[in-house]
C-alpha cells in the first residue's frame, strides 16, 4: 500500500520507531540486579567516608582552637560529651561573658569516641591551679594555652569508632605541640 506521500508505510514508519514497553522493562530490570549487586560495597564505602570526614573535622578544629588560643590570647578548650555525640570549641570558661565564636558539632550517626587518660604529672610539676582547672572541667577535652601549647590534662589520643573494626585514632605529637591522625592504634590508657 502506498501513501499520498510516495514512499511505502513501512519506510516512513522506521525513522519513527521507539522503545517497546518489554525493553524498557529488562532495561529497569537489569538496573536494579547491578543496583542490588553493588550496594553492599557502597554502603561500607560512605560509611568509611563519613569516619575519615569526623576525623579531618575534629582534626581542623584542633588546629582551630590553637590558633584562637595565640591570637586571642586566651585559653580554649575542645570539649566532648560522648553520651550526647556533641563537640565543640569554646574560650575557656571564666575568660570571657560570651564567646561568639564558639562551635558545636554533632558526631556522625553511629560513630562514638573514646579518650585516653592524660599522662599522669607528678605533684611536683602540676601546678595547683593546672590541678583545680582539669577538675573543675572533670570532662574529656582539649585545652590550649594562650600561646597555643596543649595543656597536660588534654588526652593523648581521641579514637573515633564506627564499627569494632574500624577506627581512626587522633594522636599528639611526637613533640607534643598538635595533634595528628593515625590508623594504627596508638599505645595508650584508655577510659
Known amino acids: 500500500m502506498t501513501l499520498p506521500t510516495g514512499k511505502p508505510a513501512s519506510e516512513r514508519s522506521g525513522t519513527l520507531r521507539a522503545f517497546t514497553l518489554i525493553e524498557l522493562i529488562v532495561v529497569m530490570t537489569l538496573l536494579l540486579v547491578v543496583a542490588g549487586v553493588s550496594f553492599p560495597s557502597l554502603k561500607n564505602f560512605f560509611h568509611g567516608r563519613t569516619l575519615d570526614a569526623e576525623a579531618r573535622r575534629l582534626l581542623s578544629l584542633t588546629r582551630y582552637g590553637q590558633s584562637r588560643a595565640v591570637t586571642e590570647g586566651i585559653p580554649m578548650v575542645l570539649w566532648f560529651d560522648a553520651r550526647e ?28 569516641l573514646r579518650f585516653s587518660s592524660p599522662p599522669a604529672l607528678p605533684r611536683s610539676t602540676a601546678s595547683p591551679q593546672r590541678r583545680a582547672t582539669a577538675a573543675a572541667l572533670n570532662q574529656p577535652g582539649i ?4 600561646d597555643g601549647a596543649i595543656e597536660d590534662t588534654s588526652p ?3 579514637e573515633i569508632r ?9 594522636t599528639q605529637s611526637a613533640n607534643r ?7 594504627v592504634e596508638p599505645r595508650s590508657n584508655w577510659r
Not at 585545652?143 to 594562650?146: K, Q, Y
Not at 605541640?177 to 590508623?183: F, G, Q, S, T, V
Open 143 to 146: 585545652r590550649f594555652a594562650p
Open 156 to 158: 593523648e589520643t581521641i
Open 177 to 183: 605541640l598538635n595533634y595528628e591522625i593515625r590508623l
Open 162 to 170: 564506627q564499627q569494632p573494626d574500624q577506627a581512626i585514632w587522633i
Open 85 to 112: 555525640g556533641v563537640y565543640g570549641l569554646q574560650a575557656q570558661p571564666g575568660y570571657l561573658e560570651l564567646d561568639r565564636k564558639a562551635v558545636e558539632y554533632d558526631l556522625a550517626e553511629g560513630l562514638e
